[in-house]
């Protein structure tokens, strides 16, 4: 769910700096071309259930912490200090990573998570769903052009969110002919604007849809141009299941309106996306939900963005998690940065928040367009795809009693007693939480012992 919301997040970033009127500073542009490269320090404001010297703990850890990085398309590095002296280190490129913690080169596909015995991280194809979005639009263009001759004029209006009053233009019939001529315009928009096995994997999601029931397809006009197109209709997917089909797509140079509405005939079982991005000279605002129904019992994400980038970078970004049987997940960003001394600084506070709990961190970085790369480090590489079992398990320990010596320092900064309480605190959720609980201590009612 996490991944969802963060390629959805970017998604409507890239759609905000690529497309419409705004105008991406040159920090910004920089950035996005060549790479940025900076350093975080951070404070704890607050980590409930933590208080008291368990609390002041946490918090010494963190303000004596110093994390610098590089992040470009050519690969990533960082380097992680406590009280000024390094800890741990690692620089990861499409040919090979490097970690400080055995001061070893390690080549092969997702060398990091198969060393950490972990799944793959799957970065979110964005530049795809870009395109997509831009395939949409071209199909839905196409297929109002092509039935304009035998399309009668409506009078119908939408209020079009940033946009103003979507109103008359034409409107057809949503029947089997208008379908088919959708549907080649999406092939060919897809083709032109997608990977092959991207668009293959659109083109058999399409295939599995079925029209059961004619509706309508408009054109919307704002200022006597074309801003969207709205459709409805019913049809049936794989399933068998038959939904109510509402789409509205519009977009002009002040920002997007997307509605996407897919309900069952009981309502009992419902898909609902919606997205809206308003666009200033300097600034962002989005609203974008994407909500499930199944059964009456509804799981949801929301994104709100509000950015300035007027001098600087200012603003909030929330996401808010809710699924059936939880209580509702908040994360919130809110930078306060400014550009000067050709670096973005200043402060940026990070709060995580459900039901009683909260985490409150704020984090001071200094960030800068990407100069040079980190060079490379270690001796001779070892190759894990020609390593057997075994010797895999051995490469896993050794890294991992590399990490344990180099957080050893950031451990041993607090007192024994302070070490206790902290270990303490971190795993009473273990001890209390019921068993389908565990994975998540955010969920556990802070004890009162």
Known sequence: ??????????????????????????????????????EVTGELNKFSPFSGKTFNALKDWTKNSN????????????????????????????????????????VGENALERLLDMDPIEVPDVESHFQLYEAVFAALERTATTLMPSSTEHKKSVELKN??????????????TTVAILREEL??????????SYA??????????????????????????VVGYQLRCKGEFASGDERDISLLFA??????????????????????????????????????????????????????????FQDGLQGSITCT?????????????????????????????????????????KLYPILRPLQEEMPQWGTAAINLDALDAESMAFERERVRAGLSSAVLPLVSAIT???????????????????????????????PTD
């Not at 590095?77 to 040919?95: C, E, I, K, T, Y």
Request: charged share 25%; aromatic share 6%.
């Open 1 to 38: 769910m996490g991944k969802r919301i963060f390629c959805l997040l970017v998604l409507v970033l890239m759609l905000c700096v690529n497309v419409f009127a705004f105008e991406a500073p040159a920090w910004l542009t920089q950035m996005r071309e060549q790479g940025i490269q900076g």
């Open 67 to 106: 994390l610098s990085f590089q992040v470009s398309e050519k690969g990533q590095a960082m380097n992680l200090s406590h009280g000024g002296h390094p800890l741990l280190s690692f620089r990861q490129d499409d040919s090979a990573l490097y970690l400080s913690a055995t001061s070893q080169e390690y």
């Open 163 to 176: 946009i103003g009053q979507g109103y008359r233009g034409n409107e057809s019939t949503m029947d089997l």
């Open 187 to 196: 092939t060919t928009a897809l083709r032109e604007k997608l990977p092959l």
């Open 200 to 225: 293959m994997h659109v083109d058999e999601l399409l295939d599995k849809f079925t029209l059961t029931k004619d509706g309508t397809f408009r054109t919307l006009l704002n200022s006597g141009e």
């Open 251 to 308: 977009r002009s140079a002040k920002g997007v309106d997307i509605r996407v509405t897919l309900p069952d005939a009981n309502k009992e079982n419902n898909l609902i996306f919606n997205l809206s991005v308003g666009l200033k000279k300097t600034s962002i605002s989005v609203d974008a939900i994407y909500s499930k129904v199944v059964q009456k019992k509804e799981e949801s994400n929301r994104v709100k963005v509000s950015l300035n």
């Open 321 to 361: 998690i809710n699924k059936p049987g939880e209580k509702t997940l908040t994360y919130k960003i809110s930078p306060v940065l400014a550009w000067k001394e050709e670096a973005l600084s200043g402060r940026l506070t990070y709060t995580r928040t459900q039901n009683d709990r909260s985490l409150i961190l």
């Open 416 to 446: 024994p007693d302070d070490q206790m309480l902290v270990m303490h605190e971190l795993t009473r959720h273990l001890r209390l939480a019921p068993k389908k609980e565990q994975a998540n201590p955010w969920l556990v009612q802070a």
